[in-house]
């Protein structure tokens, strides 16, 4: 089984940057794609960003693109989101998860979630 941690999340100001990692145990890490999503309260669990088991491949929402970056390093079995330019939009929690496949914008075709970080943007 794989298990994953986030880490990083925090109350910044508008603007602000913040860098979300994810830690993955258990299996190999190069075997999934990877993503990230967020959730506010009430909300369903959105898209953010995925990354492509060899790191050749990456999806960006359109609402963050050109202002967050997702990468992978496999060989430390770490997920990690630069998240730049942040507004009180991008406020939720954000989750890592794994798919057996490529990774893609649909959550139920992810395999294993994290617990979750909390990033706060304020106005």
């Known amino acids: 089984q794989l298990q994953l941690v986030e880490s990083g999340g925090g109350l910044v100001q508008t603007g602000g940057s913040l860098r979300l990692s994810c830690r993955a145990s258990g299996r190999p890490l190069r075997a999934y794609g990877m993503g990230w999503f967020r959730q506010a309260p009430g909300k369903e669990r959105d898209f953010v960003a995925s990354i492509s088991q060899n790191g050749g491949s990456t999806q960006y929402a359109d609402s963050v693109k050109g202002r967050f970056t997702i990468s992978r390093d496999n060989a430390n079995s770490m997920v990690y989101l630069q998240m730049n330019s942040l507004k009180p939009e991008d406020t939720a929690v954000y989750y890592c998860?794994?798919?057996?496949?490529?990774?893609?914008?649909?959550?139920?075709?992810?395999?294993?979630w994290g617990q979750g970080t909390q990033v706060t943007v304020s106005s």
């Open positions: 998860g794994a798919s057996g496949g490529s990774g893609s914008y649909y959550s139920y075709e992810y395999d294993y």
